[in-house]
């Protein structure tokens, strides 16, 4: 400790000039994240083998990087002829656009009468479009606003949505969301410490000390994250925020008021500095090196939203070495000065209205457990513990996305804007009336759950089973009668080692 002290002012310049380097040196997070931030589950999980059926089919397709995107025209009235003309007119820029747009296909009532049924909602308040957009080497903010304007002068409301568009929303929510949380954090921790210390300069000490602990965490993990695919989540950055501001602000409490004691007892600022991290040091080490310790651990854990939290311990790390070189830096130099404006004995006084409490609850130690019970009980019988799984609850309706997913959900049903999909593989093909009639057999078991409003599949294209397989003359000669059925069999399913089914 004296060597660091001795040499204070090159410490400090170590820091601004590795903290300059890692900044300028890092890649962008906020990129990082939307490119690699995708919260996936673990391989082995039934949803990701069905994942990875689908993308070697895709693959095979040359359709992998086409994203699927819904438009909806919607009102909260019953729409008019007018409406239906101003969205047909809007299909028409579309399709007039395409290839500016990189629109592969358009799928609507429009041009496809008998899907007005699937197309519309019962109400006649909403409309549906399903579109397949190429990317070309855009990003997804660059496509969304080119979708946009190419209908920006359709006046009937309108929103695009889709995984995608969502995933992207995710994003600049979570973004905002720090933003938001570092702002309520550095106000927060000023108030406690201006209350602790009753110091304008105190305070300042922690927020240094934990900033340059932030921003060199985050740097590092963002070159990790770039080179070596370390986890990251929309999270990681919040989770950074929240740990590393709460547990570094309490360290140094714990310092700088073992500090003061110290001055009041020792002349020398050196001896004080020196005697506070032999005793207060070892405790904010060990504790620090425990919490270190414990999120490492958790990068052991297959959900990468867990594995995300990992960075937090580097974090922590950088926090311990901030801990032990710029918190004695700032006591070296300022000394007594640091506790300014604050008067009087720099030693600790006691609380009175802590040690009232901890005297009655040594003296009436019944009494004290019956108070605390009666406090926490009440919360844990109304605590109803219902969980939501469902991430679009987070960022509300103040998105586009999100507002078309919701329109969708409401005239639709939610299956239609995100249906479940349940993938069949066989080495042998599926295009057999074997495969086919067991198909159908797997349609008739999942439309018998009662969350299921509806299946689609090779057999019911539309959710509807085809009456013409049900013909007694072709129950007799089942391949008979698929046969007439053949062509547009083959192409709703082109891949022929697969057969997917959607739960709506």
């Not at 004691?261 to 002349?267: A, L, Q, R, T, Y």
């Not at 004080?272 to 270190?292: C, E, P, W």
């Amino acid at each position: 400790m004296r060597a660091i002290i001795k040499g204070k002012w090159f410490v400090l310049m170590a820091w601004i000039v590795a903290i300059a380097i890692l900044f300028m040196s890092a890649p962008n997070m906020e990129t990082l994240v939307r490119d690699k931030g995708q919260i996936s589950v673990p391989e082995g999980y039934s949803s990701t083998l069905a994942e990875e059926i689908l993308n070697d089919v895709q693959s095979s397709e040359n359709s992998g990087n086409e994203l699927q995107t819904a438009l909806v025209f919607h009102s909260d009235k019953k729409l008019t002829e007018e409406d239906f003309s101003k969205a047909e007119k809007a299909f028409t820029q579309l399709e007039k656009n395409k290839s500016d747009l990189g629109i592969t296909s358009i799928l609507t009532h429009f041009n496809q009468e008998e899907l007005k049924e699937q197309l519309v909602s019962e109400d006649g308040k909403t409309i549906l479009v399903s579109l397949n957009v190429t990317p070309n080497d855009r990003e997804a903010k660059e496509i969304t606003n080119a979708l946009y304007e190419a209908l920006d002068n359709v006046e009937l409301d309108h929103y695009y949505t889709g995984n995608w568009l969502i995933s992207e929303d995710l994003v600049t929510n979570s973004q905002e969301g720090l933003k938001k949380t570092e702002g309520i954090t550095v106000v927060f921790i000023l108030i406690v410490l201006l209350l602790v210390f009753k110091s304008a300069i105190a305070p300042i000490i922690p927020l240094v000390t934990v900033g340059f602990s932030y921003l060199g965490a985050q740097s590092i993990v963002a070159i990790l994250v770039d080179k070596v695919n370390f986890p990251l989540s929309t999270f990681t950055q919040i989770f950074l925020v929240a740990v590393l501001f709460g547990i570094g602000t309490d360290y140094c409490i714990l310092l700088l008021s073992r500090f003061k004691e110290e001055m009041s007892k020792n002349d020398s600022v050196v001896e004080a500095i020196v005697i506070t991290y032999r005793n207060a040091g070892k405790t904010v080490f060990f504790s620090g090196l425990a919490v270190m310790i414990g999120f490492a651990s958790i990068g052991f854990s297959t959900f990468v939203l867990y594995q995300s939290a990992a960075a937090v311990a580097i974090g922590v790390a950088l926090l311990l070495v901030g801990l032990f070189t710029i918190v004695p830096f700032f006591m070296a130099v300022l000394g007594k000065k640091l506790f300014w404006p604050s008067k009087g004995k720099l030693e600790h006084g006691e609380s009175k209205f802590w040690g009232f409490v901890g005297s009655f609850a040594l003296a009436r130690p019944l009494i004290a457990l019956i108070i605390v019970a009666a406090i926490s009980v009440p919360a844990l019988f109304t605590y109803d513990g219902d969980l939501s799984f469902n991430s679009l609850e987070e960022i509300g309706d103040e998105f586009n996305s999100i507002q078309g997913f919701n329109i969708i959900s409401d005239g639709f049903g939610p299956g239609e804007s995100m249906p479940t999909q349940i993938v069949i593989k066989n080495d042998d093909e599926l295009n057999t009336s074997e495969y086919i009639a067991l198909t159908e057999k797997i349609s008739q078991e999942f439309n018998k759950i009662s969350d299921v409003d509806a299946v689609r599949s090779v057999t019911r294209p539309t959710g509807e089973t085809i009456d013409d397989l049900y013909i007694s003359e072709q129950v007799k000669s089942l391949e008979d009668g698929l046969g007439q059925g053949n062509d547009g069999i083959e192409q709703i399913s082109s891949e022929r080692q697969h057969i997917n089914i959607w739960l709506i």
